[in-house]
C-alpha cells in the first residue's frame, strides 16, 4: 500500500513588483569561516526495483545480479511451493512489484512468481523456516478472501449469519440492492460484542489536595485571569450529571503527592512550578475527563498530557507484558514534532514504560520490530500510522489514552483522512486528548467525533496572538532586494545569536543554503526534500551550537524546541497567518526573549490588516506603511467588488481592469 506524505506543502510562486528600498541600520562584521559540515538540500537517490519477474525467475543464480542481493538461501530444505490463485497473483506482486518487495523485507524471505496452469500459479518461497511461514501467512492474508466457503444450506442459515446475501433488498424497480441501514446494524452490532470483551479502562486517577478543593471560587476565577486569562468550560453541552471542572492545582506536588516517582522525575529536570496549562490540565487528565488544550506551542502542552498518560498506562487492571498492544497512542503532524515528543518522553523513566516514534522516512521494517518486541507509548505522524493500521502491525482497539498534537496543523496538512481511517476502529470508551493552537471548524468537528463531553482549556484568548515575549519588527523590501538585506543582517549577527530563517519553498531554501555556504556563512538546512538522516543532523548542529543558522521551510515552524535561539527571520511572509504566528513562537520561549524580523513585499498587502491585529494584541510597533498597505488592500477589494472582479489576493500589486493599485 502507498504510505502517505507526512510533509508541509510549499508556498506557490507569488508574483513580484517594485516596491521601497530597505531601510535599516546594522553594524559591520565580517563573515565567519564555514566549519565545516555542508548543508545542501538534495533531491533522494531511490533506486528502480521495478523488475519483480525478473528478480524471482534469477532467484537460484550465484552472481551479483539483483536477485542476490539479500542473499537468501535456496535450497531444498529451505523453499515451499504453494498454489496461488491465478488471478489474485497481482495482489502478491502490487504495483511495480511493490507488495512483494514488502514482502521479502517484512519477512526475511524471498518470493518467486512461477508458471501458471491458468486456474493457479505456482509461487515457490525461499528462506528459513520460520520466515516461509510468515510470509506464507501474509500471502494467504492477502488471498483468503477469494477462497470460496463450502456450500450451505441457506434454509438452516442464522438470521443474523451476516453473508453477503443477508445485506441486499429489492428496490422499488425491482432491483437488488444494498440495504445499508441493515448492513450498519450488523456493524454496530458486530463492534459493540468486540468492545464487550476487551478489558475495563482505568481513568480516575485523581485524589484533589485539601487545599486545591478548598479554593473558593473567587479565588480560582482570580487565579485564572492572573495566569493568562485560562477559560474552561465544557465544550459542548453542559449536560445534567457531570463533574465540575476540578480547581487548578498551584504546584507539583499537589497533583502528583501520591506518585513519588513522578514526582522525582519532575524535580530533575529542575522545573520551579507548573505552567498554566499544566496546572488546569493535569487535575482533569487525572479524573479521566477528556480534554481539549487550546494554547501557544512553548507552554507546556506535552508534558501537561504526557505524565498523565504515564499513569493510567501503569493503573491499567491487565499487566503490561500480557496486553495485546500499545497503551497510549500520539500523534503528530510532523516528523520533527513526533521526535521531539519522543525526545520529551524518554527524559521521564517511569517503571520501565516504553515507547516508540513511527514516522515516514524511517526505517518501516525496524519500527515494526520495535512494535512488535513491545511498547507501551506510540507516538506517530498520520501517514505512517495509517499504514502500519492498515497493515495489521497496529490494531488500533488497543489504545485507551489517545492524543491528537496540533490538531489545527494535522488539519492544515490534510490529514483528516488518515486520521478518521487509522482511528476508524478506535474503542469508545478510551481517553482522549487534543490539543490545538488555534479554534477552527475542522478541529471543533473532530473534537465532536472523538471526544466525550470533554473540557475546554483555553490559555489566553480564542483570537490568534503571537507571544508576547517576542519583539515583531517588519522591514519592507523589494522582492528583489531580500537576499542582500538577509546577508548584511547575517554578517553583522553577534556571535551568540542563533537564527531561523524561514523560507515559502523548498527551492527557495536550497538556494539560500548554497548562496550563504558559497559565502563562507555555515549553516544548515531543513525542509521535506532532504533525507530524515539529514534532517535530523541539521537539527541536531543546532541545538548543540555545531551551525547557528538553519535556513528551513514551515517543517520547522512547530515542533522544533531550540531554547537559545534569539531570532527568527521570515524571509518569505507564510501563506496563512496561523503560520506567522507558529513560526514567531520558535523563539522567546521559556520565558526569555526572541526578535522576529519579517520581511514584507507588496505583494503581502492581503495580510496587512490580520498582521496588524496581531501587532496590536502583543503591544507591539505598528509601522506606517502597514496601515497604509492595509487600506489600499481594503480599497482595491471594494474597487472589484463593484466592479463585478470580485476580492482576491490582488498578485502582483492586485492589478486589475487594466490598473495598477498603489500603496
Known amino acids: 500500500m502507498s504510505n502517505f506524505e507526512d510533509e508541509w506543502q510549499e508556498n506557490e510562486p507569488v508574483a513580484t513588483m517594485p516596491a521601497p528600498q530597505a531601510h535599516a541600520t546594522y553594524h559591520s562584521r565580517e563573515y565567519r569561516p564555514s566549519r565545516g559540515r555542508g548543508s545542501f538540500g538534495g533531491a533522494r537517490g531511490r533506486g528502480n526495483d521495478n523488475n519483480w519477474r525478473d528478480r524471482g525467475n534469477n532467484s537460484n543464480s550465484n552472481g551479483g545480479g539483483p536477485s542476490n542481493r539479500r542473499n537468501f538461501q535456496q535450497n531444498e530444505g529451505n523453499k515451499k511451493n504453494i498454489m496461488v490463485p491465478s488471478n489474485k497473483v497481482g495482489r502478491i506482486i502490487g504495483k511495480g512489484g511493490s507488495k512483494i518487495r514488502e514482502l521479502e523485507t517484512e519477512t526475511d524471505a524471498k518470493i518467486k512468481i512461477g508458471d501458471s496452469n491458468g486456474n493457479e500459479t505456482d509461487v515457490t518461497l525461499f528462506g528459513t523456516p520460520d520466515a516461509i ?90 487565579w485564572r485571569r492572573a495566569n493568562n486569562d485560562i477559560q474552561v468550560k465544557r465544550t459542548f453541552d453542559d449536560k445534567p450529571g457531570l463533574r465540575p471542572v476540578p480547581n487548578p492545582i498551584i504546584t507539583f506536588e499537589q497533583a502528583f503527592q501520591h506518585y513519588p516517582e513522578i514526582l522525582d522525575e519532575i524535580y530533575k529536570q529542575g522545573f520551579k512550578q507548573p505552567s498554566p496549562i499544566q496546572s488546569q490540565a493535569w487535575p482533569i487528565l487525572l479524573r479521566g475527563e477528556d480534554l481539549i488544550g487550546i494554547a501557544q506551542t512553548g507552554t507546556g502542552k506535552t508534558l501537561a498530557f504526557l505524565l498523565p498518560a504515564l499513569i493510567h498506562i501503569d493503573g491499567q487492571t491487565i499487566p503490561r507484558d500480557q496486553r495485546e498492544g500499545p497503551t497510549v497512542l500520539i500523534m503528530a503532524p510532523t516528523r520533527e514534532l513526533a521526535l521531539q515528543i519522543d525526545k520529551e518522553v524518554s527524559k521521564y523513566q517511569y517503571r520501565g514504560i516504553k515507547s516508540v516514534c513511527l514516522y515516514g522516512g524511517g526505517d518501516r521494517k525496524e519500527q515494526i520490530k520495535v512494535v512488535s518486541k513491545g511498547v507501551d507509548i506510540v507516538i506517530a505522524t498520520p501517514g505512517r500510522l495509517n499504514d502500519l493500521v492498515m497493515a495489521r502491525h497496529l490494531n488500533i482497539i488497543n489504545f485507551s489514552y489517545i492524543v491528537l498534537d496540533e490538531a489545527d496543523r494535522m488539519l492544515d496538512m490534510g490529514f483528516e483522512p488518515q486520521i478518521r481511517k487509522s ?158 504566528v507558529h513560526r514567531v513562537g520558535r523563539t522567546g520561549r521559556a520565558g526569555k526573549t526572541g526578535i522576529a524580523l519579517s520581511f514584507i513585499t507588496r505583494n503581502d498587502w492581503a495580510h496587512a490588516r490580520e498582521l496588524i491585529k496581531i501587532l496590536e494584541e502583543a503591544n507591539q510597533e505598528i509601522p506606517d506603511e502597514l496601515e497604509t498597505m492595509a487600506q489600499r488592500f481594503e480599497a482595491m477589494k471594494l474597487r472589484r467588488e463593484k466592479e463585478g472582479g470580485g476580492g482576491g489576493r490582488g498578485g502582483r500589486g492586485g492589478r486589475g481592469g487594466g490598473r495598477r493599485d498603489r500603496w
Open 423 to 580: 482511528l476508524f476502529d478506535v474503542r469508545p470508551d478510551r481517553q482522549t486528548v487534543m490539543t490545538s493552537a488555534t479554534w477552527p471548524a475542522g478541529v471543533r468537528r473532530l473534537a465532536e467525533s472523538y471526544m466525550k463531553d470533554p473540557i475546554q482549556v483555553n490559555v489566553g484568548s480564542l483570537d490568534l496572538a503571537a507571544v508576547h515575549t517576542v519583539t515583531q519588527q517588519l522591514m519592507f523590501v523589494d522582492e528583489d532586494d531580500k537576499e542582500k538585506v538577509l546577508l548584511e543582517f547575517l554578517i553583522n549577527m553577534e556571535p551568540t545569536d542563533k537564527v531561523i530563517i524561514f523560507c515559502g519553498k523548498k527551492a527557495t531554501a536550497t538556494h539560500i543554503t548554497t548562496e550563504l555556504c558559497l559565502k563562507g556563512i555555515e549553516c544548515q538546512s531543513l525542509h521535506g526534500d532532504r533525507d530524515q538522516s539529514d534532517r535530523e543532523a541539521a537539527l541536531g548542529d543546532m541545538v548543540d551550537g555545531t551551525v547557528n543558522i538553519l535556513v528551513a521551510t514551515d517543517v520547522a515552524s512547530r515542533g522544533i524546541d531550540i531554547k537559545d535561539l534569539t531570532h527568527v527571520i521570515n524571509l518569505d511572509f507564510p501563506r496563512h497567518i496561523e503560520e506567522y
Open 133 to 222: 511461514s510468515k510470509v506464507e501467512g501474509l500471502i494467504n492474508g492477502l488471498t483468503e478472501d477469494y477462497n470460496r466457503p463450502p456450500p450451505q444450506d441457506r434454509h438452516n442459515d442464522s438470521a443474523n449469519s451476516g453473508g453477503s446475501g443477508d445485506f441486499l433488498k429489492q428496490n422499488e424497480s425491482g432491483v437488488q440492492v444494498i440495504d445499508w441501514d441493515k448492513l450498519n446494524a450488523f456493524y454496530d452490532e458486530q463492534q459493540q460484542s468486540r468492545w464487550e470483551n476487551l478489558p475495563p479502562i482505568i481513568k480516575d486517577f485523581y485524589k484533589e489536595d485539601p487545599e486545591v478543593a478548598a479554593m473558593p471560587p473567587a479565588e480560582v476565577a482570580r
